[in-house]
């Protein structure tokens, strides 16, 4: 009998290895294409002063290599703070390029601009323009059609005050924001000029309830890592009480952090939170390996403390686009915007859910497809875990 369950438990490392080999070998071939997708990977301030318009744009490294357009003059290695002067003089050039401005029909020309490396390892640009000398002001993204599927500008704009002038956010299909803005001679106050007259619009434009609820649907249906780490808590589940309690817990988890980090209760750098995300996929993907198969217990603790991590990163996004600057109202985005993350989430549970019923009942799926795919968890987090650990 001892003999038996050795022979078996030989017969599963083996099917387990060949399947790893070939899961590794998959992961090289798409390793270039399969990321955590970024929605908001870059965010504009404009700020209007008395003598200029300047224009501070923060994208993710990778994104403003991408922009260097020409795969012949792309950069192959991670720009550090060493290496970055070697680089510098493309990406200013190239930052004259990345928007087109309007006041009331008139195209601001850039003046000069400015490439720096942040602490956060990503590329800040800074634009400097005349200032308006009428409005209502237009912001053309002209860069997001050159950059990969889903990329998500933010534009928050204010003046020398910082005042909210308007704020939202640009995409392939909207690529454009339209700002309006008075001063105070033509409101009928001191004609001293635009530059110190500056004043907020009554009503500031800023993204409705319906578009945060698009961001959240949009960020949780694209968010790969998220998805994967549900889908990995949930195909070791055989009962719908079980994957029904694991939905929930990481539902009021990451709402939990999402709030607080959102309101600055509680703050987290994405450099730590991003590879806590990845870890915690291939923790889930390895305690899969390890039950063969087992109905996991307690997994609902174990969601709840993994989803907590989430949250933060939920929250870095609403971050991204401003929430809250200028003053603005936190508690309706902020509502929408999980609403949003959670319609998504049921949609996702509403198809997965129904499939892994289903499979299981597949005696070979069991056997092989399951550990397969927790494999496949596993290898996909350590990819991410590696890429945003040494390679960010």
């Known amino acids: 009998m001892l003999f038996s369950s050795h022979s078996s438990f030989l017969h599963f490392r083996a099917a387990t290895r060949g399947r790893l080999v070939f899961l590794v070998a ?40 991408y922009l260097l357009e020409k795969p012949a003059q792309g950069i192959d290695e991670g720009v550090t703070d060493e290496n ?40 800040e640009f800074q634009i400097r323009y005349p200032s308006p000398t009428a409005g209502p002001l237009r912001f053309r993204a002209l860069f997001i059609p050159e950059t990969p599927e889903g990329h998500v500008a933010t534009l928050y704009v ?43 619009p009554a009503h500031p434009v800023a993204p409705s309830f319906g578009a945060f609820l698009k961001f959240g ?22 009962r719908l009480s079980t994957m029904a309690g694991i939905i929930t817990c990481f539902t009021i988890a ?12 509680v703050t987290l750098s994405s450099r730590v939170v991003e590879p806590l995300i990845a870890a915690s996929i291939v923790y889930v993907g390895v305690e899969n390996l390890l039950r063969r198969g087992e109905e996991p217990k307690g997994r609902w603790a174990l969601t709840f403390g993994f989803g907590l991590v989430h949250g933060f990163g939920f929250a870095g996004v ?35 859910l129904p499939l892994l019923f289903q499979l299981r009942r597949v005696p070979n799926f069991v056997r092989y497809g399951l550990p397969a795919a927790s494999s496949l968890v596993v290898l996909l987090g350590s990819y991410w875990l590696l890429q945003r650990t040494f390679f960010s």
């Open 217 to 238: 649907i949009e960020h949780i249906l694209t968010g790969y890592d998220h998805l994967l780490f549900l889908a990995g808590l949930l195909i070791a589940c055989r």
């Open 26 to 65: 998959m992961l090289v071939v798409f390793a270039s294409t399969v990321r955590a997708h970024d929605p908001f990977s870059s965010s504009t301030t404009a700020q209007i002063t008395p003598e200029n318009l300047v224009l501070t744009v923060a994208m993710s490294q990778s994104t403003a290599r």
């Open 158 to 200: 204010e003046n020398a005050k910082r005042d909210d002038l308007g704020w939202g956010y640009l995409e392939a299909t909207t690529p454009i924001l339209e700002v309006p803005f008075a001063n105070s001679s033509a409101a009928g106050g001191p004609a001293s000029g635009i530059g110190s007259a500056l004043i907020a």
């Open 318 to 352: 609403l971050k991204g686009i401003g929430l809250g600057a200028g003053g603005s109202s936190l508690l309706a985005p902020l509502f929408s915007f999980n609403l949003g993350v959670e319609l998504g989430q049921i949609a996702v549970a509403a198809v997965l």
């Open 84 to 123: 970055f002067f070697r680089y510098r003089e493309r990406f200013m050039k190239r930052a004259l390029t990345l928007y087109l401005i309007t006041g009331a029909g008139e195209t601001l020309r850039p003046i000069d601009s400015e490439a720096t490396l942040t602490g956060e390892n990503d590329v």
């Open 254 to 265: 990451h709402s939990i952090t999402l709030a607080l980090a959102a309101l600055d209760v």
